[in-house]
Nanobody, 124 residues
Framework: QVQLVESGGGLVQAGGSLRLSCAAS????????MAWFRQAPGKEREFVAS????????NYADSVKGRATISSDNAKNTVYLQMNNLKPEDTAVYYC?????????????????WGQGTQVTVSS
């Protein structure tokens, strides 16, 4: 059993910053990947960033490169997404996901566990 709970979303002006958190509970895995996806109304779920269990490998969508940083704190079983210079197009519900033995980190189907999401709204 794995549960993921996101927090940290909210309303921010363009150019501002937010740090999203994803707290994980449940059993651990020998190898896993944590990721952030986002979904705006009427659009498909979009990959944002991922990080492997050791933090040695990260991956970012082109749309957020240079503006987003994913990190993890294994002691707290938490993954973070720091987003800077936010743009209105970043507005979406952001979801945390966890998958085991992930080889395609940008693919939603790689992840078996998902949080309920946290809303990020960027005003212009």
């Amino acid at each position: 059993q794995v549960q993921l709970v996101e927090s940290g979303g909210g309303l921010v002006q363009a150019g501002g910053s937010l740090r999203l958190s994803c707290a994980a509970s449940g059993r651990t895995f020998s190898s896993y990947t944590m990721a952030w996806f986002r979904q705006a109304p009427g659009k498909e779920r979009e990959f944002v960033a991922s990080i492997n269990w050791s933090g040695s490998y990260t991956n970012y969508a082109d749309s957020v490169k240079g503006r987003a940083t994913i990190s993890s704190d294994n002691a707290k079983n938490t993954v973070y997404l720091q987003m800077n210079n936010l743009k209105p197009e970043d507005t979406a519900v952001y979801y945390c996901a966890k998958g085991v033995f992930v080889v395609r980190p940008s693919t939603p189907q790689s992840y078996a566990y998902w949080g309920q999401g946290t809303q990020v709204t960027v005003s212009s």
